[in-house]
């Protein structure tokens, strides 16, 4: 199957520094990867949808200026977390579906803790 | 709108017990359903998907059909070894839009 790819799987960071989360589709072009947040024993929820060459679409709620998403290449995703804080701590995980495909290829997720 | 809902857990089990997770869904069109398994501190993977109505999927032993007419698909296993334990999500895509549903805690006990 489609490989994605994602980096960090941990960080630790200071309170009120960034914090970049990279996504790469190994093996396939993604002009569109996605973006989740997973709270502790919960579902996934969208953050982002982003988008290859053009600015990402937010869900509403999520803070775009908080959550800077560049899709600057058909095989990498970023996600920053800038400025961030002790409630920004969470899971994060990235998504692509391949062309031709059914499913979701997922990352293997990044557990943030902002200390 | 578009929506999945699944069974609560926690779910524990037995070695060798019958599973079934349950999972019905809400959407516009005709979806394409799947589980996915997450285990401890990783991303998702696919265990299993179905496209279009009375599709079986099936893969390590689990089990799921679409049933547009109860709008489900429930998972299924025979017999659950301690290496199933981890959370099950159940899912819809209609277009490029992914739902997921709230996920169960599966936990198997020797």
């Known amino acids: 199957g489609a490989v994605v790819s994602q980096h960090p799987s941990r960080v630790i960071c200071k309170s009120g520094t960034s914090v970049k989360i990279e996504c790469r589709s190994l093996d396939f072009q993604a002009t569109t990867m996605f973006w989740y947040r997973q709270f502790p024993k919960q579902s996934l929820m969208l953050m982002a949808t982003s988008n290859e060459g053009s600015k990402a679409t937010y869900e509403q709620g999520v803070e775009k200026d908080k959550f800077l998403i560049n899709h600057a290449s058909l095989t990498l995703s970023t996600l920053t977390v800038t400025s961030a804080h002790p409630e920004d701590s969470s899971f994060y995980i990235c998504s692509a579906r391949p062309p031709g495909h059914t499913e979701a290829f997922f990352g293997q997720g990044t557990r943030l803790t902002v200390v | 709108g578009n929506s999945v809902t699944q069974m609560e857990g926690p779910v524990t089990l037995s070695e060798e017990a019958f599973l079934t997770i349950n999972c019905t869904y809400t959407?516009?069109?005709?979806?394409?359903l799947f589980w996915y398994v997450q285990y401890p501190g990783e991303g998702l993977q696919l265990l299993l998907k179905a496209t279009k109505a009375d599709d079986k999927g099936s893969n390590k032993g689990f089990e799921a059909t679409y049933r547009k007419e109860t709008t489900s698909f429930h998972l299924e296993k025979g017999s659950v070894q301690v290496s199933d334990s981890a959370v099950y999500f159940c899912?819809?895509?209609?277009?490029?839009?992914?739902?997921f549903g709230t996920g169960t805690s599966l936990t198997v006990i020797p």
């Open positions: 959407a516009t069109g005709y979806p394409s």
């Open positions: 899912a819809l895509r209609t277009g490029n839009q992914f739902y």
